[in-house]
């Protein structure tokens, strides 16, 4: 994710707010009454226009041929957007081990990763995306009840389950939002 492009926390420091050209990766397809899907976008990027924490995204994906004879029309994202994911079913990406904290304008972008369900839409229509973060924001709060300077150097966060990730590499299924494969 480039540095100008980035979702951050907003001013009550716990919801997300868009960032100005964020971008998210989108995929849509249809399905007709015999329940055949068929694809018509993969991985296409829409750009955030609006910093707030609803915005509208901009990108290049036409409804398809005929796409009113469909049963439904199903759009799927993700965020942040990697050009290099190629399948709704396993999109990837790396949660650090080594994380920062900077109280002047926290860029959440390389900690967070949101995706949507499988979100319907009506054809010739504004399309309306979900998302969902598979992570949490942890928020620790450490007062210094003595006089003395407090210098914090490392704050260490481990888990007593060595089944829950805590960091490293992962993929999730953007269809089925919060499901993350490994």
Not at 27 to 52: C, L, Q, R, V
Request: charged content about 25%; hydrophobic content about 35%.
């Amino acid at each position: 994710v480039a540095e100008e492009h980035r979702s951050e926390l907003g001013e009550d420091g716990a919801s997300v707010a868009w960032s100005d050209g964020d971008q998210i990766g989108v995929f849509y397809y249809t399905k007709n009454s015999a329940g055949k899907n068929t694809k018509h976008a993969d991985n296409k990027p829409y750009t955030a226009t609006i910093k707030e924490s609803v915005t509208k995204f901009t990108g290049d994906i036409a409804w398809a041929a005929e796409s009113y004879k469909y049963d439904s029309q199903n759009f799927q994202a993700y965020f942040p957007y990697n050009a290099d994911v190629t399948s709704a079913s396993k999109a990837y990406g790396e949660l650090p081990a080594e994380q920062t904290y900077d109280p002047a304008g926290w860029n959440i972008s390389d900690y967070d990763f949101m995706v949507s369900g499988t979100d319907a839409a009506t054809y010739g229509k504004a399309v309306t995306i979900s998302l969902y973060h598979l992570f949490s924001i942890l928020r620790i709060n450490i007062t210094n009840a003595t006089s003395q300077e407090l210098v914090v150097e490392k704050v260490k966060i481990s888990a007593e389950d060595e089944n829950l990730i805590l960091a490293g590499k992962f993929e999730a299924n953007i269809g089925k939002s919060k499901e993350i494969l490994n």
